[in-house]
């Protein structure tokens, strides 16, 4: 398969699209520094699913032995604090002002869709700098190296890594006081918006499959109830194509290279 050939497919199936979707994962934002989950170094590599993936394994490290997380947490939140939108993000916000791209749905949960300008994302893990009262519910959205430099700075000057002091890291509830927690979605809680998310496939013509191993549902759905609505999919992974059965076309590049080279060339077409 001649990957030049394939760009300029993926391209004229978008230029041409009336409501495209991207679908993304992990992948998207490893070129922004922030690590894939199941790649070779990924987070499942440095920590134990069990552990630290579902509330109640990471209440137990926390009471069990909470300095273990500590070295780790640093490392994740300084990889998000650098972070930025990186070429396939901005490709994204860059189809969505150009009308060719409606609606990003995304598992991922570091902002930087919405950082790169899209409007319309549907965030089905949750977003880490929105953070969710315990008692109310009450969300409120933080600004993202704001509280990243806030918590690291708590985070720092910590004696004791213990619930209480873990809890006291974000800041109270505005409108009860309460403790809040990144408003994320744990393994064994409910995804977010998925009904929105099966509902932009369904209505989609083209959905775009950005870096993700296609390992977690219902995420993992979404190419192929787009592919049975009549859409075309288009898969970006340098590794492995998960959609395969019903990819269109299949990039076997990195996100940002990939998608740098399909926007550019979606603009010559464009004029
Ligand atoms: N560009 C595009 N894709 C990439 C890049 C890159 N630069 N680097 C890696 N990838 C691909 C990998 O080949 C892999 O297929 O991104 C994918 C990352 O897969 P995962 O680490 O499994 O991430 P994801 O698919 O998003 O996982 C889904 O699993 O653990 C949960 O909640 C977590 O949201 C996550 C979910
Ligand atoms: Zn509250």
Known sequence: MNTEMEIKKAANILANAKRSVASCGAGISAESGIATFRDPGGVWEK??????GTSDGLLNTLTRDPGKLLPFFIELLEAFEKAEPNPAHLALGELERMGILQTV???????LHIEAGNTDVIEVHGNGFRIR???CRNTERMQRKQLIRD???KVKQMQDFSLDAVASL?????????PTRPDVVMF???VKDIPQAFDA???????LAIGTSGTVYPAAHLPFHAKESGAKVIVVNPNENAFSAVSDVYIPMKAGEAMGEIISTIRKLMH
């Open 201 to 207: 496939a369904r209505r989609c013509d083209v959905l």
């Open 170 to 178: 974000l800041p109270p509830c505005r409108l009860c006081l309460s």
């Open 133 to 135: 009262c315990l008692s």
């Open 47 to 52: 920590l134990n699913p069990a552990e630290v």
């Open 151 to 153: 918590t690291l700075k």
């Open 188 to 190: 064994g809680e409910a």
């Open 105 to 111: 749905i995304t598992q991922n949960i570091d902002n």
